[in-house]
């Protein structure tokens, strides 16, 4: 399933003096198991598009195809629930939202709601909870006794638990630590990899951009203003800083090695690449 946004423009409090124009002359296609990350400043529109991936906002301008779902401006959505099957959100902070007395009860209620058999739902439960790396052992206990970071999975295990194609993450890793971090980003790279979901990603973060993305767009100020693989996207080093953003390490790293002299040809993304570029600039001779 394709994702296309067409024209996007979304306007808060349309048509009052508070009117606020956050989205403008988007165009994107998402294809079918791509890994996109959204980055850009804060305010820049990001969490904005999210929303309209599964209707819970409406264009003002424009329309979201999303594979045979069209959601379009000035007309009343039909199928909303069949698309928000389709695509999964997981929200900031999304252990907030969960409030059941188990933690399979809780998993279970989004496909119950979505019409599934209790049977079914608590079967989808137990394998959804085995995707994120939970043991089956807390099935059976509160969601509140569980760590922050075992709470958040099971929040992630619920939204999977409906099946959706496209798994849609707003910063999933704020306030993690860093090893809680790397090992959900490693569970996203699976559900992408293996199991062969599209995931849209907003982050902060260049390095996971850097290191997990086929595709990145740079929003600025309410429209897309970068479009590209990640190298495309952290070579233009000035224009990213021009627009508020960072670098990842490795890429400043590299810039570190080229101001002494060493000749590195390609963007280098991760500690990998730059070992391969700096083993090749040795053998060449260059200074080091
Ligand atoms: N409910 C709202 N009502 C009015 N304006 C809003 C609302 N939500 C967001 N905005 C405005 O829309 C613009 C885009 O906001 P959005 O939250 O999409 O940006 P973002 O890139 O996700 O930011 P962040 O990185 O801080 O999450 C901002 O100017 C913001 O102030």
């Known amino acids: 399933m394709d994702i296309t946004i067409k024209d996007l423009e979304h306007r808060y409090q349309a048509r009052t003096p ?17 890994y996109l990350s959204i980055i850009g400043h804060t305010g820049s529109g990001k969490s904005t598009i999210l929303q309209h991936l599964n209707g819970l906002l409406k264009p003002t301008k424009g329309s979201i195809q999303i594979g045979d779902y069209l959601i379009e401006a000035g007309k009343k959505q039909k199928q909303l629930k069949v698309v928000r099957s389709l695509v999964g959100i997981v929200f900031q902070f999304p252990e907030h939202q969960l409030f059941e007395e188990t933690v399979e009860k809780d998993i279970a209620f989004g496909p119950m709601n979505f019409g ?83 995931i849209i990603l907003v982050t902060h973060s260049m390095e996971d951009a850097a290191t997990y993305s086929d595709e990145i767009i740079v929003m600025h100020k309410g429209t897309i203003e970068m479009k590209g693989t990640p190298k495309e996207i952290f070579q233009k080093a000035d224009k990213l800083i021009s627009l508020g953003l960072d670098l990842p390490e490795t890429v400043k790293f590299q810039h570190k090695l080229i101001e002494k002299g060493m000749e590195i040809r390609d963007t280098a993304l991760t500690m990998d690449d730059i070992v391969t570029q700096i083993k090749a600039s040795l053998k060449e001779g260059g200074p080091l």
Not at 18 to 34: I, P, S, W
Not at 132 to 143: H, M
């Open 18 to 34: 508070f009117e606020r124009l956050a989205l403008y002359d988007v165009n994107l296609t998402v294809k079918k198991g791509t």
């Open 116 to 198: 599934m058999s209790e049977e079914e739902a608590l079967a989808k439960a137990r394998e959804t909870l085995e995707l994120v790396g939970l043991p089956e052992a807390i099935l059976k206990k509160s969601p509140f006794d569980l760590s922050g970071g075992q709470m958040r999975r099971v929040a992630i295990a619920g939204v999977l638990a409906m099946g959706p194609e496209v798994l849609v993450l707003d910063e999933p890793t704020a306030g993690l630590d860093p090893k809680g971090r790397k090992e959900m980003m490693e569970l996203f790279y699976r559900l992408y990899k293996e199991h062969h979901l599209t």
